[in-house]
């Protein structure tokens, strides 16, 4: 049974950071290119960033460049988001996908509320 669990979310003030983690289980993890995505009420759900198997060349969605960074640990089987800086505009549910070729995986999603 594949899961895929966030953690980390929460309510920040702007200009605040926070750290979510995505922990993964019944995949072969390194195998799998690891995203985040967030989905903000109203809107479509967005990719935010992007972290090949191996790590290395990241993507980011041009409105998180320079604030948030993807990292993962294949030991360890977890991927996790640095956001900083945040802004309201951040505000939204964020969710862990796991992608090979044609199998994708979801995350329940976790919350970011930035606000003050």
């Known amino acids: 049974q594949v899961q895929l669990v966030e953690s980390g979310g929460g309510l920040v003030q702007p200009g605040g950071s926070l750290r979510l983690s995505c922990a993964a289980s019944g995949i072969t993890f390194s195998t799998y290119v690891m995203k985040w995505y967030r989905q903000a009420p109203g809107k479509e759900r967005e990719l935010v960033a992007a972290?090949?198997?191996?790590?290395?060349?990241?993507n980011y969605a041009d409105s998180v460049k320079g604030r948030f960074t993807i990292s993962r640990d294949n030991a360890k089987n977890t991927v996790s988001l640095q956001m900083n800086s945040l802004k309201p505009e951040d505000t939204a549910v964020y969710y862990c996908?796991?992608?090979?070729?044609?199998?994708?995986?979801w995350g329940q999603g976790t919350q970011v509320t930035v606000s003050s």
């Open positions: 996908n796991a992608k090979r070729g044609a199998q994708t995986y």
């Open positions: 972290i090949p198997i191996a790590g290395g060349n990241t």
